[in-house]
């Protein structure tokens, strides 16, 4: 069973930071797809961005330039620091990996004050 733990959610205010970790409970050396989602009250959950297992990355066109998604595979762990936060992103963030099939992080909140 493939577990991912998110954790540094919070609240800040519009123009702050923060740093979403996930940490997996396998080895994450052979996974090609890792991502973060998020979905706001009301929404579908969406793309924020994906790391590929060469450190390709991608970005959703609304958080290009403010995030930046990273991994470390000796700590099993994916990063998403998050810069320039704005009240718009206010949502649940969610981790997920492509190992056989899709698996996805519990969550963890993310609000943005105005």
């Known amino acids: 069973q493939v577990q991912l733990v998110e954790s540094g959610g919070g609240l800040v205010q519009a123009g702050g930071s923060l740093r979403l970790s996930c940490v997996a409970s396998?080895?994450?050396?052979?996974?090609?797809?890792m991502g973060w989602y998020r979905q706001a009250p009301g929404k579908q959950r969406e793309l924020v961005a994906t790391?590929?297992?060469?450190?390709?990355?991608n970005y959703a066109d609304s958080v290009k330039g403010r995030f930046t998604i990273s991994r470390d595979n000796a700590k099993n762990t994916v990063y998403l620091q998050m810069n320039s936060l704005k009240p718009e992103d206010t949502a649940v963030y969610y981790c997920?990996?492509?190992?056989?099939?899709?698996?996805w992080g519990q969550g963890t909140q993310v609000t943005i004050s105005s």
């Open positions: 790391v590929s297992g060469g450190g390709t990355t």
């Open positions: 997920y990996i492509n190992y056989g099939r899709g698996y």
């Open positions: 396998i080895s994450i050396f052979s996974i090609n797809f």
